[in-house]
């Protein structure tokens, strides 16, 4: 064949396609349980960072298994179901008829004492955010929070991620005195919330830090009734 015509060009052009398709493709599936792996390990140090247990990739395993004692799935009306807490997807969940939605409860022991983690997901300015909250015994005060992004702005809302932001939580209550679901407030530094607990948002971070508070309301209220029980 002329290497000079364009059949040619043609040809080879698409054959070196079909080669890199069919690498990539089989890299991708060589890694595919290496990669589940990993976010399994990320997800597991997540909860743990809820209640204030932070851990290497190579500890997350055997401090999970020693730290949540039992996982279960609940309904909106905060009665368990079956199904496998940790496996679950919240995104996927999210996307179903509200009637039909479960969602993930670990437990843990801290001290003698029963923390119950819930999971969170909402939208930050640029993309998803999530996190985990976990409470004491009450089912109401806040005993430890993370909170994750996608693609928020490096030094304004991909803040969230400190950890001295989900610091700011603890001790805040999602219910009022007469037991109402009023969820917490992020507010601008130096503002107030009237009628429920509040905290310092991210400064020049205004929507991820709203988009917080708009995830704490849809997310922690859909436990509502899981927490009033």
């Given at each position: 064949?002329?290497?000079?015509?364009?059949?040619?060009?043609?040809v080879?052009?698409?054959?070196?396609?079909?080669?890199v398709?069919?690498?990539?493709?089989?890299?991708?599936?060589?890694l595919?349980?290496?990669?589940?792996?990993?976010?399994?390990?990320?997800?597991?140090?997540?909860?743990?960072?809820?209640?204030?247990?932070?851990?290497?990739?190579?500890?997350?395993?055997?401090?999970?298994?020693?730290?949540?004692?039992?996982?279960?799935?609940?309904?909106?009306?905060?009665?368990?179901?079956?199904?496998?807490a940790f496996?679950?997807?919240?995104?996927k969940?999210?996307?179903?008829?509200?009637?039909?939605?479960?969602?993930p409860?670990?437990?843990?022991?801290?001290?003698?004492q029963?923390?119950y983690?819930?999971?969170?997901?909402g939208?930050?300015l640029?993309?998803?955010?999530?996190?985990?909250?976990?409470?004491?015994e009450?089912?109401?005060?806040?005993?430890?929070?993370?909170?994750?992004?996608?693609?928020?702005?490096?030094?304004?809302?991909?803040?969230?991620?400190?950890?001295s932001?989900?610091?700011?939580?603890i001790?805040k209550?999602?219910?009022?005195?007469?037991?109402q679901?009023?969820?917490?407030?992020?507010?601008?530094?130096?503002?107030?919330?009237?009628?429920?607990?509040?905290?310092?948002?991210?400064?020049?971070?205004?929507?991820?830090?709203?988009?917080?508070e708009?995830?704490?309301?849809?997310?922690?209220?859909?436990?509502?009734?899981?927490?009033?029980?």
């Open positions: 064949m002329n290497r000079e015509s364009n059949v040619y060009t043609i080879y052009a698409s054959v070196m396609v079909i080669l398709a069919l690498v990539l493709a089989f890299t991708s599936q060589g595919k349980e290496r990669q589940g792996e990993n976010e399994s390990v990320d997800k597991m140090r997540q909860i743990l960072r809820s209640i204030n247990i932070v851990v290497s990739n190579e500890e997350a395993q055997e401090v999970f298994a020693k730290a949540i004692g039992t996982s279960y799935l609940v309904d909106a009306a905060g009665k368990k179901v079956e199904g496998d496996s679950i997807v919240l995104a969940e999210l996307a179903k008829p509200e009637a039909t939605r479960k969602y409860v670990f437990e843990a022991s801290i001290d003698g029963t923390k983690i819930m999971a969170l997901r939208a930050g640029w993309g998803p955010i999530w996190g985990y909250i976990s409470v004491n009450d089912k109401n005060t806040i005993y430890g929070a993370d909170f994750g992004h996608a693609s928020e702005t490096p030094g304004l809302g991909a803040e969230i991620e400190n950890a932001f989900g610091q700011e939580f001790g209550k999602f219910l009022d005195p007469s037991s679901f009023v969820s917490i407030a992020v507010v601008k530094p130096g503002k107030k919330a009237v009628g429920k607990d509040y905290v310092d948002g991210i400064s020049g971070g205004t929507i991820t830090s709203q988009g917080v708009d995830m704490l309301s849809s997310s922690i209220g859909a436990y509502a009734n899981f927490l009033k029980n």
